[in-house]
C-alpha cells in the first residue's frame, strides 16, 4: 500500500476518534431523483466524518446509479419490477399529474389521489420484496447498523428500523395534506394560520381562505389517501407478527429532517424531533466550464438568464418549446435553457440549449438576472443561496405550493404551465428583472438562509450522530404518540367536563324544585271590598 493510501486511512481513522460523533453504521432507504439528491449530500457528509454508509436500492432503480465511484456502499435487491417497467409507470404517472386540468378541485385531487395509490403499489412490491429476501435480511441482522436515515415519502425503512431494532431518522420536504407530519409526527399544525400543502395558500388568510384551508384539510384528513393505508397496515402485521398500522410504525421514528428553513415556510408551531434542514445541498458556486462561461460573458451588462424544468420533466412538447423559445428570444439576456428536445424554430441566437446545466454554479454567476423554474425545492433553495429572483411554471407535486411561498414572499412570479403564452412570460421576466423589489426580496431570503448558527448540512448530520450516540432520541418525542385521537383533542376531558356542569346544573335544578315544593312561598290575600 502506498504512503498516500495509508495517510489517507490515518485521516480516516483520526476523524472517526476526533469527530463530534463516534463513527457508525448507517442503512438508507431511499426515494429517487430529487430525493436522492439531497439524500446523498448528507450521506456524503457522513462518509467524510468516517462513518459507514450502506444504501438499500432495488434492481429497478433508474436514477440511483451504484457504479459511481463513491465510497457509499450499496445493496442491491431483486425485485419483479424491471427498470424499463418502473421508468414506464414512472413516466405515465407523471405525465398524468401534469397534464390533468387544475380546474375542478374534486376531478383534479382525484386524478392526484389515483397517481399517489399506483404509485403505492409500486412501493409496497419493493418493500415486499426485501423482506422477503432472507439472505439480504440475515446480512443487515448481522451488520448491526446503528441507525435507519430513510426518506419518509417512501414508506419501508420504518419497517427496516423495527424489524432491525435500531433507530429510525427521517429525511422530509412534505407529505400531501401533512398527513405523515401529523398522524406520524403528531406535528400540531392548526388551519386556522397554517396553510395545508397543496392548497397554494399564504398564511395572511381571508376569511373564505381559512374556510377554503378547513375544506382542503378535512378533504386530506377524512378522504384523501397518501398510501393504501389498509395494504400497508395487513403488510406491516403480518411481517411484525403483531397488529399494526403504518402510521404506528412511523410514529416511532426519533428524529424528523425536514427539507426547508424559516426562509421558505410560513411560521408554525415546531416539536423537538422535528429540525430544518432546507438547503443542506447548496454551496458556493464554483468556475463555469470555458465554453460557459464565454457565452454568460458575452451577455454584458444584461446578464442571464438559466431555465430549467428540473431533473424529471426533460422534454415539454415542440408546440410548447417553441412558445417558450419565442418569448426567450425577445429579451436582452442571454439564456441558458436546460432542454432535451427537438430545438425550437423560434430559437433566438441569444438562447442556448444543454443537456445539463451545473445549475447551482450558473446561479451563484454575478450575471445571472432571473431564474425560470418548476418550483423544485432544490432549485428553489439554490436561488434563495444566491439570491436570484424567480419565475415559476409548478407542474406537479409541491411545486405550486413553493412557487406559492415565493410569490408570497416577494421573490417569484407565477405562470400557469397550460395556459402561459408568449407575452405571459415575456412579462413575467421583464417583471422579475426589471422590477428592483424582487431582487431585493430574494437577497433578503438569502440573508436568512446564511444568517444560521449551523449549517444545514452540520445540523443534519449533528442529529443523525446525535441518534446513533444515544441509541435514539425518545426523549424528544411528544406522548402525544400514546394518546387516542379523542384524548390528543381532549374530547374525553371536554365531554367529562360537560357532563360535570350539566351535573352540577340538573342537582341545582332539583333542589330549587324542592325548595319550591316544599317550602312554597305564601300568596297576599286579596282584598274584599
Known sequence: MSMKWLSLLLLLQLNCYFSSGSCGKVLVWPVEYSHWINMNTILDELITRGHEVTVLISSASIFINPNTQSSIKFEIFPTLLTKDNFKYIFKHLLEKWIN????????????????????????????????????????????????????????????????????????????????????????????????????????????????????????????????????????????????????????????????????????????????????????????????????????????????????????????????????????????????????????????????????NDLLGHPKTKAFITHGGTNGIYEAIYHGIPMVGIPLFADQPDNIARMTVKGAAVRLDFSKMSTTDLLNALNQVINNPSYKQNAMRLSTIQHDQLIKPLDRAVFWIEFVMRHKGAKHLRPAAHDLTWCQYHSLDVTGFLLVCVAAALFVITKCCLFCCKKFPIPRKKEKRE
Open 100 to 359: 390533468f386540468a387544475k380546474d375542478s378541485f374534486w376531478t383534479y385531487f382525484s386524478t392526484v389521489q389515483s397517481t399517489f395509490l399506483e404509485f403505492s403499489d409500486i412501493l409496497i412490491t419493493g418493500c415486499k420484496d426485501l423482506v422477503s429476501n432472507k439472505k439480504l435480511m440475515t446480512k443487515l441482522h448481522e451488520s448491526r447498523f446503528d441507525v435507519v436515515l430513510a426518506d419518509a415519502i417512501g414508506p419501508c425503512g420504518e419497517l427496516l428500523a423495527e424489524i432491525l431494532q435500531i433507530p429510525l431518522v427521517y429525511s422530509l420536504r412534505f407529505s400531501p395534506g401533512f398527513a405523515l407530519e401529523k398522524y406520524g409526527g403528531k406535528l400540531p399544525l392548526p388551519p386556522s394560520y397554517v396553510p395545508v400543502i397543496m392548497s397554494e395558500l399564504g398564511d395572511q388568510m381571508t376569511f373564505m381562505e381559512r374556510v377554503k384551508n378547513m375544506m382542503y384539510v378535512l378533504y386530506f384528513d377524512f378522504w384523501f389517501q397518501t398510501f393504501n393505508e389498509k395494504k400497508w397496515n395487513q403488510f406491516y402485521s403480518e411481517v411484525l407478527g403483531r397488529p399494526t398500522t403504518l402510521f404506528e410504525t412511523i410514529g416511532k421514528a426519533d428524529m424528523w429532517l425536514i427539507r426547508t428553513f424559516w426562509d421558505f415556510e410560513f411560521p408554525h408551531p415546531l416539536l423537538p424531533n422535528f429540525e430544518f434542514v432546507g438547503g443542506l445541498h447548496c454551496r458556493p458556486a464554483k468556475p463555469l466550464p470555458m465554453e460557459m462561461e464565454e457565452f454568460v460573458q458575452s451577455s454584458g451588462e444584461d446578464g442571464i438568464v438559466v431555465f430549467t424544468l428540473g431533473s424529471i420533466v426533460t422534454n415539454i412538447t415542440e408546440e410548447r418549446a417553441n412558445m417558450i423559445a419565442s418569448a426567450l428570444a425577445q429579451i436582452p439576456q442571454k439564456v441558458l435553457w436546460r432542454f432535451n428536445g427537438k430545438k425550437p424554430d423560434t430559437l433566438g441566437p441569444n438562447t442556448r440549449l444543454y443537456k445539463w446545466i451545473p445549475q
